[in-house]
Nanobody, 125 residues
Framework: VQLQASGGGSVQAGGSLRLSCAAS????????VAWFRQAPGMEREFVAA????????EYADSVTGRFTISRDNTGNTVSLQMNSLNVGDTGVYFC???????????????????WGLGTQVTVSS
């Protein structure tokens, strides 16, 4: 199974980007999926997560109201729509999957078993 994050890029403050996370060889529809980000010299931090059914979502306070996490109709892709980006959103964004079939969404790194390669997001002022 490979987890692929895509959609990163460089934008000016106030702009938008849409990140996508897809798993090859396995559907994401039955698993909790999260986005984390890591800025240079900083620890990896939680951004957003979506529960197995898609009905539960959680966001970091810093992105609430600006970012939206969602699943596509097939459940194979989890997206992160990022609006009103600011310089503080710069970093490498990772998607992660909790394969445990837990019904509880967590914001902790340790709650996710599988991580994809990240995608760089750079926001300039």
């Amino acid at each position: 199974v490979q987890l692929q994050a895509s959609g990163g890029g460089s934008v000016q403050a106030g702009g938008s980007l849409r990140l996508s996370c897809a798993a090859s060889g396995r559907s994401l529809s039955n698993y909790n999926v999260a986005w984390f980000r890591q800025a240079p010299g900083m620890e990896r931090e939680f951004v957003a997560a979506i529960g197995r059914s898609g009905g539960t979502t959680e966001y970091a306070d810093s992105v609430t109201g600006r970012f939206t996490i969602s699943r596509d109709n097939t459940g194979n892709t989890v997206s992160l729509q990022m609006n009103s980006l600011n310089v503080g959103d710069t970093g490498v964004y990772f998607c992660a999957v909790d394969w445990s079939l837990s019904r509880t969404v967590t914001q902790f790194v340790s709650g996710y078993d599988y991580w994809g390669l990240g995608t760089q997001v750079t926001v300039s002022s």
